[in-house]
């Protein structure tokens, strides 16, 4: 089993920037590729940003040149640096990872949110 804890929400004035961490912990061999999505009220969940375990970043467009992910494999731990932060942006942020389990399963798994809320 594999748990995804996200943390670093909260509520932002427009312009502000927060960084969203997202915590691995379990029992896997690898962690492939993570990202971050996030929905807003009445709509649907949207890719925000995804790292794979080498390789480049793929970022949504309107997040592009604001936001930063990144991860530290050592700590199995994934970032979200969000900068610029628009009232658009307000969403609950959600953690993906694609694990390799100890069943030698490809499996993905999910946090369960942390809001951010960028008021005008």
């Known amino acids: 089993q594999v748990q995804l804890v996200e943390s670093g929400g909260g509520l932002v004035q427009a312009g502000g920037s927060l960084r969203l961490s997202c915590a691995a912990s379990?029992?896997?061999?690898?962690?492939?590729?993570m990202g971050w999505y996030r929905q807003a009220p009445g709509k649907q969940r949207e890719l925000v940003a995804v790292?794979?375990?080498?390789?480049?970043?793929d970022y949504a467009d309107s997040v592009k040149g604001r936001f930063t992910i990144s991860r530290d494999n050592a700590k199995n731990t994934l970032y979200l640096e969000m900068n610029s932060l628009k009232p658009e942006d307000t969403a609950v942020y959600y953690c993906n990872a694609n694990v390799l389990t100890i069943l030698m399963r490809l499996m993905d798994y999910w946090g369960k949110g942390t809001l951010v809320t960028v008021s005008s």
């Open positions: 379990g029992s896997f061999f690898t962690i492939n590729a």
């Open positions: 790292i794979p375990n080498g390789g480049s970043t």
